[in-house]
Every structure is written in structure tokens, then in C-alpha cells.
């Protein structure tokens, strides 16, 4: 059954149990005097803690006793004197249970696994609570680190907000994020702050070079103990470092840098779940500076200055990343104007050049921030709605047709052109299962309704 500690002065009626105890599957521990029981306690592995009446009031009236049990079922045998306050000390502990001084073994076995079912319920239910508010900031992590992804801020800025979104959710002291000498600081105008800085790290130069050059998480209780430590590489501020949980930073499997998350408090470590976020962060930083890169390097169509056919495809490469990731839904929207030629024909292509463009302004306008409005090439649009559900995207779609179709183009030109577009609508992964099928879909769509009767949203079945 397990270990049953017997504190009294060497007479208890429950040394009389002893050889009924064993028969049990029990083992019994003795211990006489309040110095030896929490030696007890901290040395072996015990199931259960019988207090007898004859030291019952010394150990009651102890503090350090009372902290280092606190998490342990307990049988105190009271006789009738006992004082009300000694009684009262013990029935402020969930897991403490008087009963009788001089129970017969029928009657102490009975509270023995009584008080075990209750400890074991007590201890499920302290289980499910824990796991309950993990899950909760787990959650509330995640919705606030994909508003930051979504809103519309530079990449600084949203690295900065992901730390210290994961700063306050882990309770750590300080978070930090090093890049490595990459490009991605010069193209992103990345600025050294006390949150983020480029840093060339010497391979295997402390924790931090120890994660970039192997590319393994580390999580370090005290790095004072630990070989690895350099204070050039992992000091922060003028912080005495405890703690410390460092991850890499990964974009496309290469190693671009690293997240650390640091204590000062040597109580204080983190956890297997304060990884789990860490991780997540490194995820969530790793796709902004990607994204912004992206952005940078690809985005512009020379005509319309969206994002190019080069820049959507990489995205819905992200997108479906993220949906896998996070088991969500986006979709994307193919858009073709109708009988566009006939405005190229009539009125030339400078003039159909132009109405490309303030196409490409109407669609940003009226689309959320996080939408990627791209130019597919001629007068052919295409649409990522992250996060955005098959029903809801064909909604949008209709609404931007009708839109589209009671715009009059370049009225401030005295040409007031007037024009519909056909779309089609699919998602993933609820009609595709990747990018090219994706593409595909949207587009067959966008045709049926095209050749069917123009001006038309369809969906992908």
C-alpha cells in the first residue's frame, strides 16, 4: 500500500497494528520528536502520517512541521481532553482527520482508507484545477499573441509585444531575443534595444551559442552551476541570472537567432509548460520576421504596390502552416475582372492601367488589415483571409462584388467606367489539402461563375 509514518513517544495504541499493517502491503516508519519527523518526511517516500494523542499538541504547535506536511494525508489520535485550539489546528488542514486515540483495527483501517480516497480525489481535483488555469493562459496567450500578428504595426514592435506578452504569462523577470548576424536586421531595419539586439555569436560562446550552433532547447534551474554559462553571452542588464529557458529561432530550418526567458529568483524555475510557451513565441516571432522579410523583399507589384504572385505564394505557404499549426481554417478568394480587354480596347492601356490601380485601392479598403490583397497578373486579384471560415470568406466576396459593381471607375477622369468582377472561393483545409489544389479550386470557381453569367461569386465544392 505504501509508507505509514507513526509519530509518538514509543507507546501508540497503533504499534499493536503492526504485524496487520504489513500483512497489508504496509511499510512502518517511526520517528520520535519533531527534528526526526521532518527528516522522515524529507527523506522517504510517505503515503500517509499517523500523529498519536501523546505528541499531538507539540506537533500541532508547530510551524515548520505543519509547512513540510501540509501536503500529506494525516490521522491524529485525539483523546477527549484535548484542548480546543489543538483541535482546531488540525481541522484547518483538508487532509488532516482526528479520530479516537484507541481504535480498533476494523475502525483505523476504515479511516486509513477513507482518508486515502479523499487525499486521492483531493489530489485529482487539484490536478484538473492546475491543468484547467494552464490551459487558460495557454489560451489567453495564443489570443494575444495572434492579435499582435494581426494588428498593424512594424515587426519591432510586434517582437516586443510577444515577449512581454510571454514575460507576464510565465512570470519570468526578463525576456530577450538575440538574431544572429543575418539579413534580416538591415532589411527590417531591426533596432538594438533592451529586448531585442543583433549579436554574432562565437560558436559555443555560453547557453546562448551552446542553443544557436546546436539548435536545442535549454532549460537551466541556475546557470551558476551550469559549465556552460558566460557572462559576455548570457548576462542581461545588470540582472544576477538564475533561471534561464533559451529556445532557437527557426525560419525555414535555419537558425536566425534565439528567445530566452530569464529569473532572478533562485525559488523561482520554469516549468515544462513555461517551454511549451517559449517555444510557441519562438514560432509566433519567427513567422512576423519572416512575414516582414517577405514583405520587404517580395511584396511589391510595380503597378498596383501590393503583393506579387512571388509574395502570395509564399503566404499561403505561412497560412497553411499556421492552420496546421493551430488546427484553423483560412480561404482565399480568386478575383477576375469581366470583359476587361473591352476597357484596354477603348479607351487604351494607360487608362486601363490606371483603373488596375484603383481596383487594387477599393480591394485594400475594404478588406481587414490582416488580408493579403495580392495582384495575380492582368486584371486578376487574389485574396488571403487568415483565420476566416468558407462561409464567412463567401460573404466577403459577395460584398466586394457588389461593391465593385456600383463603383464608377476614374469619375474624377470624365471617363466613368463601369464594371463587374467574377469570384471564386475556397478554403483550407475544408476544400484543399495544399497550395497548388488551393490555387486550383478558387480559380475553377471563379471560371464557372465567369462563364456562367459573369458577376458572380462561386464557391469550391
Not at 194 to 203: E, G, H, S, T, Y
Request: charged fraction near 25%; include cysteine; glycine fraction near 4%.
Amino acid at each position: 500500500m505504501g509508507n505509514l509514518l507513526l509519530l509518538d513517544s514509543g507507546s501508540s495504541h497503533v504499534r499493536r497494528y503492526g504485524k496487520s499493517l504489513r500483512s497489508k502491503g504496509w511499510r512502518l516508519t517511526y520517528a520520535k520528536g519533531i527534528r526526526e519527523a521532518l527528516s522522515r518526511i524529507k527523506e522517504s517516500s510517505i503515503h500517509l502520517i499517523v500523529i498519536d494523542s501523546s505528541v499531538s499538541a507539540a506537533y500541532a504547535g508547530s510551524k515548520a512541521f505543519r509547512a513540510v506536511s501540509a501536503s500529506f494525508p494525516i490521522l491524529i489520535l485525539l483523546n477527549k481532553d484535548a484542548a480546543k485550539k489543538e483541535l482546531n489546528t488540525w481541522l484547518k488542514s483538508d487532509l488532516a482527520f482526528p479520530i479516537s486515540e484507541r481504535p480498533a483495527l476494523e475502525e483505523f483501517m476504515h479511516w486509513v482508507n477513507r482518508l486515502l480516497h479523499h487525499t486521492s480525489v483531493e489530489t485529482e481535483n487539484a490536478a484538473l484545477k492546475a491543468d484547467l488555469v494552464q490551459k487558460s493562459k495557454e489560451s489567453s496567450f495564443h489570443d494575444h499573441t495572434r492579435e499582435i500578428l494581426s494588428s498593424d504595426t512594424d515587426v519591432g514592435t510586434m517582437l516586443k509585444m510577444i515577449l512581454q506578452v510571454l514575460q507576464t504569462t510565465t512570470g519570468a523577470r526578463a525576456s530577450s531575443l538575440l538574431i544572429s548576424d543575418e539579413p534580416f536586421c538591415d532589411m527590417l531595419k531591426l533596432r538594438n534595444s533592451i529586448m531585442i539586439r543583433k549579436q554574432v555569436f562565437k560558436k559555443g560562446q555560453g547557453i546562448a551559442g551552446f542553443v544557436m550552433e546546436k539548435g536545442t532547447a535549454v532549460n537551466i534551474k541556475d546557470v551558476q552551476h551550469d559549465k556552460r554559462y558566460d557572462v559576455k553571452a548570457d548576462s542581461y542588464r545588470k540582472l544576477n541570472v538564475r533561471a534561464m529557458m533559451c529556445v532557437p529561432l527557426l525560419i525555414h530550418g535555419r537558425i536566425v537567432g534565439i528567445i530566452r526567458l530569464i529569473q532572478t529568483d533562485r525559488r523561482k524555475v520554469f516549468s515544462e509548460n513555461d517551454m511549451c510557451l517559449l517555444k510557441h513565441a519562438a514560432h509566433y516571432a519567427a513567422l512576423s520576421i519572416e512575414r516582414a522579410y517577405l514583405y520587404e523583399k517580395l511584396k511589391n507589384d510595380e503597378l498596383t504596390n501590393l503583393y506579387n504572385m512571388s509574395y502570395l505564394l509564399q503566404a499561403i505557404d505561412l497560412e497553411i502552416e499556421r492552420s496546421r499549426r493551430f488546427n484553423s481554417v483560412f480561404s482565399l478568394i480568386f478575383m477576375d475582372m469581366d470583359n476587361f480587354k473591352k476597357v484596354n480596347d477603348r479607351y487604351g492601356h494607360l487608362v486601363g492601367s490606371r483603373v488596375i490601380v484603383e481596383i487594387a485601392r477599393l480591394l485594400e479598403q475594404n478588406v481587414r488589415k490582416l488580408d493579403i490583397v495580392s495582384r495575380y497578373g492582368g486584371d486578376e486579384f487574389v485574396i488571403i483571409l487568415p483565420q476566416t471560415s468558407h462561409e464567412i470568406s463567401f460573404h466577403i466576396a459577395e460584398r466586394l462584388r457588389k461593391m465593385i459593381e456600383k463603383n464608377v471607375f476614374l469619375i474624377n477622369d470624365s471617363n466613368s467606367i463601369k464594371l463587374t468582377a467574377s469570384f471564386g472561393v475556397a478554403s483550407y483545409p475544408d476544400n484543399a489539402k495544399g497550395k497548388d489544389d488551393l490555387l486550383r479550386l478558387a480559380d475553377n470557381a471563379m471560371y464557372s461563375g465567369k462563364f456562367l453569367t459573369k458577376n458572380i461569386v462561386f464557391q469550391a465544392k
